[in-house]
């Protein structure tokens, strides 16, 4: 079955920088949509990023556009959240995710991913 693993997370100070990783396993994603998300304590799962083909279209949200890059490796099967200028606000659980059928549909409603990491703590001190 399709396992997703995030990595990456920890403590950083703003201005920081991160890179979280997400390693698919007992699936292929080259040509279906992959997402982070995130969740801070008492708020609802937020879209973060999002891409299906690395070239391809790409969305953010805008709390993070120009701050946050989303990069994908499939020869790895793994994709990536490059995460720079860290503010106090990033402070969340980060998931990845992605969908089960191929297309170039990008996606920021968590309904249209159907793979789940466990999610990584990211906390960023002021």
């Known amino acids: 079955q399709v396992q997703l693993v995030e990595s990456g997370g920890g403590l950083v100070q703003a201005g920081g920088s991160l890179r979280l990783s997400c390693a698919a396993s007992g699936g292929t994603f080259s040509r279906n949509a992959v997402s982070w998300f995130r969740q801070a304590p008492g708020k609802e799962r937020e879209f973060v990023a999002a891409?299906?083909?690395?070239?391809?279209?790409?969305l953010y949200a805008e709390s993070v556009k120009d701050r946050f890059t989303i990069a994908k490796d499939d020869a790895k099967n793994t994709w990536y959240l490059q995460m720079n200028s860290l503010k106090p606000e990033d402070t969340a659980v980060y998931y990845c995710?992605?969908?089960?059928?191929?297309?170039?549909?990008?996606?920021?409603?968590?309904?249209?991913?159907?793979?789940w990491g466990q999610g990584t703590q990211v906390t960023v001190s002021s």
């Open positions: 995710a992605a969908r089960r059928v191929a297309g170039y549909y990008v996606s920021r409603y968590k309904s249209d991913y159907h793979y």
């Open positions: 891409m299906v083909s690395s070239g391809g279209s790409t």
